[in-house]
Nanobody
Framework: QVQLVESGGGLVQAGGSLRLSCAAS????????MNWYRQAPGKQRELVAA???????NYADSVKGRFTISRDNAKNTLYLQMNNLKPEDTAVYYC???????????WGQGTQVTVSS
């Protein structure tokens, strides 16, 4: 079955950096658009960044210029490099992909990112 396992979260001071990873299994990883979402306490889950199978990327306005999404298809792994972190980036970060007929959302368990001021 499909499994998405995030890692790399933690506690960092404002201005610091973290790199999140998402190891995928049970799918043809290279064929799918992969996404990073985040959910802060009391807020809705929001799309942070996406990368297509061809490598095209898209970012939320709030993270443009600070976050970089990438993928290593040989390792079936998705990454999110987060630089110049801000307290408002504090959230649980989730790896996601959607595929199938009918389409189904697959989620990882999430990794906590906490940015202190």
């Amino acid at each position: 079955q499909v499994q998405l396992v995030e890692s790399g979260g933690g506690l960092v001071q404002a201005g610091g950096s973290l790199r999140l990873s998402c190891a995928a299994s049970g799918i043809i990883f290279s064929a799918h658009t992969m996404n990073w979402y985040r959910q802060a306490p009391g807020k809705q889950r929001e799309l942070v960044a996406a990368i297509t199978s061809g490598g095209d990327t898209n970012y939320a306005d709030s993270v443009k210029g600070r976050f970089t999404i990438s993928r290593d298809n040989a390792k079936n792994t998705l990454y999110l490099q987060m630089n110049n972190l801000k307290p408002e980036d504090t959230a649980v970060y989730y790896c996601n992909t959607v595929f199938g007929r009918p389409s189904y959302n697959y989620w990882g368990q999430g990794t906590q990112v906490t940015v202190s001021s």
